[in-house]
């Protein structure tokens, strides 16, 4: 058994006899030692007395060379049983008398004596030499040897004396203890009975019984504080789990409510999706059902108002642009309500590619120019020297500034407007920011700025139109390509917006796709002659055709028609015009089969294609090999631009000179809706 698993009482006796048993042997063996060792040198002492008598009484038997009476004088140390031995040694070292005691067959005697007197030890026994002399003269040694009995025999004595000694002393020492440990191991065992009880019997009212006021006794205290914590924190857990069964009871009636009303929100889920797929296919008709009209009344009304110009009648112009003014107001509206629902279903794509930012911001604002100074407002353009290029959605970037830009002339009268853009440290992001000295924004009206149609104010809307969707869409558009947008305003002091957009923009798998890059060489097309000045419009809407017949035709090019997609790639064969323009909506073959079949066909492959549609596609038109992407209603100074770009580039059979991404080139292409569209409308 383990010292460490006896009980406490045996514990405490052991340690008291181990400690009583050793304090005795070294007592014990301390005496047993000193006593022998003086002993030892009371016989070396004793042993020298006798060899200075028998060596003064043989002094004059060996100055006559008595050896007679020299082994009488010997003789007499019969009476010393301890003596073994007794030789004198002349001078010479030869033996001149000696005793031997009678039960010694043969001495053991020295083989060397030494010129000093002296005693030693040998082995068991005792040597002492003593020089013999007469009248200071030297006559030889002698020679006494002792067998140490008398120092065994009482090494014996004593010995058995103190084991004696200590027996009976332990034995007494372990009486003590037994009677003593108690005082420690009684509370203690006590205590565990105690504790056994609480623990099997889960009775926590019982307590320790406390003996002494030592250390014990405050540990038993403290066991019976504890005790009464536990007994209350035991009443409290009791209270609590009723409390809990009660509680369990009711979350048990509320679970089956909740999964009833899980259900019923599932069914709500349901009819919700149902609804917003309605309401898409919804928007996705209105758009095209209210863009085809709006697409005739933008269109003749420019018509009308140039031909008026034309004519001189200037006092009727104002009711067209009003007219035109009116049509541009509500395609906005359409426009914005388009992009905020396809946010909303995660169907806006990016198109990425490669922009200077200096001069798509001198663009833009140079575009603005009529919105700044219609409120005699003036603009500060202050562009760092590090733009350099980015790689971003410049349709996007470009609506975001205009948007910007535009509620900063709306809301700002006879006043400063300041542009900026600068690029981080890294490199990695770019930094708009568009400031004006207008009426401002207060703070409770800045926690709704970017909420769709939520005005900042009611008196603001009144005065000053919107829907509350320029800035929302703005928000939507600088976290789809990875950036944000915040406010910093004081009201009646102006506004700034700072626009962060990452330098790098990243495609993800929402639709989003980089932009097309230039096609692969062609085979060499026939050596046919190109029609350099005539461009095809492919549409089957009467109204779209002789808009562009009486757009184009003033522009200085010839114009061809075609009512289907068969009859255009028939009339672009045999006559490889210059540009194509193509609408996507058609019976039979649509936009999208047309565009295929021109690009899969090397003679007409490189004829830059302009798609003018209803359907906002412009990833899918520019990723199938369209140069450009313009949504109706088109902006004909847009159009013209892109036109007058693809002319200066060359006749069609040079077209390896336009890029097939001329529609989107930096710092010359606008976005794909019109930018008059500058969706001025503050929150």
């Not at 100055?63 to 140390?77: C, I, R, Y």
């Not at 039960?103 to 053991?108: G, M, R």
């Not at 009727?316 to 396809?342: P, Y």
Request: hydrophobic share 40%; charged share 25%; aromatic share 6%.
């Amino acid at each position: 058994m383990k010292l460490q698993n006896l009980s406490i009482n045996r514990k405490l006796m052991l340690i008291t006899m181990l400690t009583s048993s050793v304090a005795l042997v070294l007592l014990a063996a301390s005496f047993l030692i000193y006593d022998l060792t003086e002993f030892r040198h009371f016989l070396s002492e004793d042993l020298t007395t006798q060899a200075e008598v028998i060596g003064y009484n043989s002094a004059a038997a060996m100055a006559f060379k008595d050896e007679a009476a020299a082994s009488v004088t010997l003789s007499a140390l019969k009476a010393k049983e301890d003596i073994v031995a007794a030789v004198l040694y002349d001078p010479r070292g030869q033996v001149f008398a000696q005793y031997v005691r009678a039960n010694i067959a043969k001495p053991v005697l020295p083989s060397d004596i030494p010129q000093a007197s002296g005693y030693r030890f040998r082995g068991s026994y005792l040597e002492v030499f003593h020089g013999v002399s007469l009248n200071g003269e030297p006559l030889g040694t002698l020679f006494l040897q002792s067998d140490m009995s008398q120092w065994d025999s009482r090494a014996k004595s004593y010995g058995t004396f103190l084991a004696l000694l200590m027996f009976v002393s332990a034995l007494i020492a372990l009486l003590i203890a037994s009677k003593l440990q108690t005082l420690i191991s009684r509370p203690i065992l006590r205590l565990e009975d105690t504790m056994r009880v609480v623990s099997e019997k889960k009775n926590y009212e019982v307590r320790a019984l406390k003996f002494y006021d030592d250390e014990i006794g405050r540990l038993i205290d403290g066991f019976n504080t504890m005790l009464a914590e536990i007994q209350q924190q035991d009443m409290a857990l009791q209270g609590a789990n009723d409390e809990l069964k009660t509680r369990t009871e009711e979350l048990e009636v509320e679970i089956v409510n909740r999964k009833q009303t899980q259900e019923e929100l599932l069914t709500a889920k349901r009819a919700a999706e149902d609804a917003s797929r309605a309401k898409s296919a919804f928007l996705a008709n209105m758009s095209h059902e209210l863009r085809t009209p709006l697409n005739a009344i933008i269109g003749y009304s420019e018509m009308i108002e140039e031909e008026i110009q034309d004519t001189g009648q200037i006092q009727n112009i104002q009711d067209v642009q009003k007219i035109e003014s009116a049509g541009k107001h509500l395609l906005a509206l359409i426009n914005d309500v388009l992009d905020l629902s396809k946010i909303e279903a995660g169907k806006m794509g990016l198109h990425l590619e490669s922009f200077d930012v200096a001069a798509m911001v001198r663009e833009m604002a140079s575009t603005l120019q009529p919105t700044i100074a219609k409120n005699a407002n003036t603009l500060e353009l202050s562009l760092s020297d590090d733009l350099g290029t980015m790689r971003s959605d410049i349709t996007k970037v470009r609506q975001i500034l205009v948007n910007l830009l535009s509620n900063a002339c709306k809301f700002t009268d006879h006043g400063t407007i300041s542009v900026s853009a600068d690029r981080s440290k890294d490199q990695q992001w770019i930094r708009f920011r568009v400031a004006d000295s207008g009426i401002g924004i207060s703070e409770k009206q800045q926690e709704n700025l970017f909420k769709e149609f939520a005005q900042a104010d009611v008196s603001i809307a009144r005065k000053y139109g919107g829907t509350g969707l320029g800035l929302a869409i703005c928000h939507r558009f600088a976290q789809l390509m990875g950036g944000n947008i915040n406010v910093e305003s004081d009201l009646g002091k102006g506004s700034l917006f700072t626009v962060h957009l990452p330098a790098q923009a990243v495609a993800d798998a929402s639709g989003r796709v980089p932009s097309k890059p230039e096609a692969d060489a062609e085979p060499p097309a026939k050596k046919q002659k190109p029609q350099a000045d005539t461009i095809l419009v492919i549409d089957d809407d009467p109204v779209v055709r002789d808009l562009m017949n009486r757009f184009v035709t003033k522009l200085g090019f010839n114009v061809v028609t075609a009512t289907s997609g068969e009859e255009g790639l028939k009339i672009a064969k045999k006559l490889r015009p210059m540009l194509i323009t193509l609408d996507v909506v058609m019976s039979e073959l649509d936009g999208w089969g047309v565009l295929t079949r021109l690009k899969d066909d090397p003679e007409l492959a490189k004829i830059p294609v302009i798609m003018l549609t209803i359907v906002d596609n412009e990833v899918k038109g520019l990723s199938m090999g369209a140069s450009s992407y313009l949504v109706k209603p088109v902006d004909r100074d847009r159009l013209a631009e892109l036109i007058e770009k693809y002319r200066a580039g060359g006749e069609a059979g040079d077209s390896q000179n336009v890029p097939v991404g001329a529609g989107v080139t930096p710092g010359k292409n606008g976005p794909t809706r019109s930018e008059s569209d500058s969706r001025s409308r503050r929150n």
